[in-house]
């Protein structure tokens, strides 16, 4: 088996303290992954050690931003491989998970691997953002919302800040590109009744990441998100 003794290191470093069923999770996880990969493309790096590092421990870098032990659950907007929601799950177990995307087939794939790995209280929907958050069963319906990687945060922000609680999270992201993306997306938080509570920056592996985190003040207002494609033509 391949030394994995940097990414528990990591984890270690984050504050958690990994047991060795969630260590085999992570690296089964990475075994189903690449090997789907070769059919329905779920991830553009393949090598073990930036798997873990810009996949796994990315997506569990939120714990730097927020205080995870109030989020009872999460949706995962644009979800492709299962980043950042899965790997969440394995070190939130008690956290109730929905994984949303608009392709089916990655969803199938995530199925199998949710089942592989022993996951429970994890859900897999398929559909457009802008359709799913005007159901009445998701929308305001979860205290945090995380995304990675699916739209500038103008347009990521219409197609999740509906999903969330009032008083509940949006947490996006991001790369050092932040800033600007943040001063571009103000008025459209603002519209949808956020507001940019924090902006917490690191270094993960020579890469800079940042992780936005909006707060949800007010109720989305209906007109939101507009229809399917709307949000990405024509931002906020
Ligand atoms: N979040 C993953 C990550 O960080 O690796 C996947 C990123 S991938 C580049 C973007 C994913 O978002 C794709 O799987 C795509 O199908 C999905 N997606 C894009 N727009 C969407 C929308 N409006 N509603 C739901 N899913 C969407």
């Known amino acids: 088996m391949s030394d994995n003794s940097f990414f528990i290191q990591g984890l270690k470093e984050y504050g958690f303290d990994p047991t060795d069923d969630q260590i085999d999770k992570f690296n089964r996880y990475y075994e189903l992954l690449i090997e789907w ?15 873990m590092i810009k996949h796994f421990l990315d997506s569990v870098s939120i714990i730097k931003a927020i205080d995870m032990s109030n989020v009872k659950n999460l949706i995962d907007v644009g979800t492709g491989g299962g980043f950042p929601g899965i790997p969440i799950k ?17 969803l199938n794939v995530l199925d199998l691997i949710i089942d592989d790995i022993d996951l429970s209280d994890i859900y897999t929907i398929h559909g457009r953002a802008e359709d799913i958050a005007r159901l009445p069963q998701h929308r305001e ?16 922000s219409e197609l999740c800040i509906p999903f969330v609680k009032p008083e509940g999270k949006f947490v996006s992201y991001k790369s050092e590109k932040a800033d600007e993306e943040l001063e571009g997306a ?13 902006s917490v920056s690191f270094e993960l592996e020579d890469n800079i990441r940042t992780l936005i985190v909006i707060d949800k003040e007010e109720s989305t207002n209906k007109k939101y998100p507009r229809k399917a494609g709307t949000p990405g033509k024509e931002p906020l």
């Open 186 to 198: 103000k008025n459209a938080i603002k519209l949808l009744g956020g507001k940019v509570s924090s």
């Open 90 to 106: 394995i070190m939130f177990p008690d956290i109730k998970i929905t994984l949303l995307d608009s392709l089916k087939k990655r």
């Open 37 to 51: 990969n070769e059919k329905i493309n779920l991830t553009a790096i393949t090598e073990y050690k930036d798997v």
């Open 141 to 156: 319906k979860y205290d945090l919302c995380v995304s990675r990687a699916v739209a500038n945060l103008s347009t990521l």
